[in-house]
Nanobody, 124 residues
């Protein structure tokens, strides 16, 4: 089992940047593919980005390509989401998740463990 704690959320103006971090504890971090999801009020939880166990492969939602980058540091048991060019529609609670699957899952049910979420608010 793994415990996940997100940080780095906040209020930012449109066009600004934020970096989210997700610190993991418990089982070996490199055993998990990691993902970021977000959920806006009244909407379903949506895939944002994911990274493979060794960091070699990544996947991002079309809506964030060219603006968001996911990365991980297995020596620090941490996964990051660098967000730039933020838009008001990026406003949501952002969740970190860990997957025991071998590949990179883009559906929420492909993930086994979740953090508590961190709020990102982008003002226009």
């Amino acid at each position: 089992q793994v415990q996940l704690v997100e940080s780095g959320g906040g209020l930012v103006q449109a066009g600004g940047s934020l970096r989210l971090s997700c610190a993991a504890s418990g089982r070996t971090f490199s055993s998990y593919a990691m993902g970021w999801f977000r959920q806006a009020p009244g909407k379903e939880r949506a895939f944002v980005a994911a990274v493979a166990r060794n960091g070699g492969n990544t996947n991002r939602a079309d809506s964030v390509k060219g603006r968001f980058t996911i990365s991980r540091d297995n020596t620090k048991n941490t996964v990051y989401l660098q967000m730039s060019g933020l838009k008001p529609e990026d406003t949501a609670v952002y969740y970190c998740a860990a997957s025991e699957s071998a590949g990179i899952a883009t559906r929420w049910d492909g993930y086994n463990y979740w953090g508590q979420g961190t709020q990102v608010t982008v003002s226009s």
